[in-house]
């Protein structure tokens, strides 16, 4: 099966709008597809400033130490478990 020659594009808009009004299959012949790995990926972070007591950030430099973690590490792992156990229990 012949697919279509994907146009040319003047922009990223313009290929956005080409690619929300088409069907890539018309175009891409998927059979020769191979999985692709990003082993470098890394998501997106974003900076934030946050005020907590100094206990409360002393007291987590000593439990990062014990763990031997930065600090800032071991605040984004209890966060996320915080925020997955209170997604959990509000399903």
């Known amino acids: 099966m012949t697919k279509?020659?994907?146009p040319k594009f003047k922009s990223e808009d313009?290929?956005?709008e080409f690619w929300s009004t088409h069907d890539a299959t018309?175009?891409?012949?998927?059979?020769?597809a191979q999985p692709a790995r990003f082993p470098e990926l890394k998501p997106s972070l974003k900076i934030i400033s946050i005020r907590l007591p100094e206990s409360l950030l002393d007291s987590i430099k000593v439990i990062a130490h014990?763990?031997?973690v930065p600090y800032?590490?071991?605040m984004k792992m209890l966060l996320a478990e915080a925020v997955e156990r209170e997604l959990r229990?509000?399903?």
């Open 89 to 91: 229990t509000k399903s």
């Open 4 to 6: 279509e020659a994907i």
């Open 72 to 74: 800032q590490s071991l």
């Open 66 to 68: 014990k763990k031997d």
């Open 14 to 16: 313009e290929e956005r």
């Open 26 to 32: 018309k175009f891409i012949d998927l059979s020769q």
